[in-house]
């Protein structure tokens, strides 16, 4: 056996745990299918091979083989093109859509996470071979603890505020606070509106997360994530109970009504608060550089 045997294999298992590690189930229902976790299983399993043999080949000099990192950068990058694309088809055919900004946070975070496989497999092989096995199992546990806090990601309840507020009508206009959400006409909509329906009010902390909660994507994960979660009393055919998100133009507080099969409060803000704060919606207009204007 090869001296590189026993770092390669230590490598290949611990990037492939990772890997494992990182694809999770929760409220959001994705992945849940056996053949989509498979695709991402094998998919590390290969990150993890590419980040393991990088050091032996350094090792050897046989710096041809450093040549398989630039094609698995190019290979990952069809991991977001997939995830895009599925997600696409199967938004098309949910109740409350996820909306592009979400599935490309999705998609990204995908293809990354595979990156952070072959991180965690070239740092622990590198270990094991300068050291011993104990060092790489602690470099290994380190480099898992990077990979938890890279994922997770920021999440709405950091910067607004959620307030519960009972959905309200003004003759045929439908109000969460003093926010217009939009008109019902019919009683009888009306009727189960306010039966079912529930609003919220997401005060931002400050002008960054004004800008951001703004963002139409954004909005529209929130109330996926809800509907999701707490499932959403609507059929196809039934535009008047869509839920909504609207904006106060004066002072940027978002306007939330949503119509949930389980009228849960402290768990609809909970998960409302869950919600991940998308990083193409994210906006820093306080960090704007005057001296930059023009450039």
Known sequence: MSEYTYPILFGLIIGTATRMYMLRTD??????????????????????????????????????????????ASQFREVRNMERNT????????????????????????????????????????????????????AAIICVLIAKVLMSGGRLKDIVEI????????????????????NIGLPQRQEEVL???????????????RSTIANLGQRQAILHDVSTALGVYRDSGTPALVPLAKRDLDDGRVGVFVLPQEKDIKRAIKIIGAVPTLENAIRMPSERHVEGEGK
């Open 27 to 72: 409220y959001r229902q994705y992945p849940t299918y056996l053949h989509g976790k498979i695709i991402h299983v094998a998919l590390g399993f290969i990150a993890a091979g590419l980040g393991t043999v990088a050091i032996p080949s350094i090792m050897e000099e046989d710096f041809t083989a450093i040549t398989f990192l630039t094609l698995a």
């Open 87 to 138: 997600l696409t088809e199967l938004d098309s055919y949910e109740m409350v859509p996820r909306g592009k900004t979400y599935i490309e946070g999705i998609a990204i975070a995908f293809e990354s996470r595979n990156y952070l496989v072959i991180f965690t497999s070239l740092v622990s092989t590198l270990i094991y071979l300068l050291i011993n096995v104990w060092a790489a199992l602690i």
């Open 163 to 182: 307030e519960y507020v009972e959905p309200r009508f003004d003759g045929p206009g439908l109000y969460v606070d003093n926010i217009y959400i939009m």
């Open 195 to 209: 039966r079912y329906g529930m609003g919220f009010i997401l005060k931002p902390k400050n002008f960054n997360s």
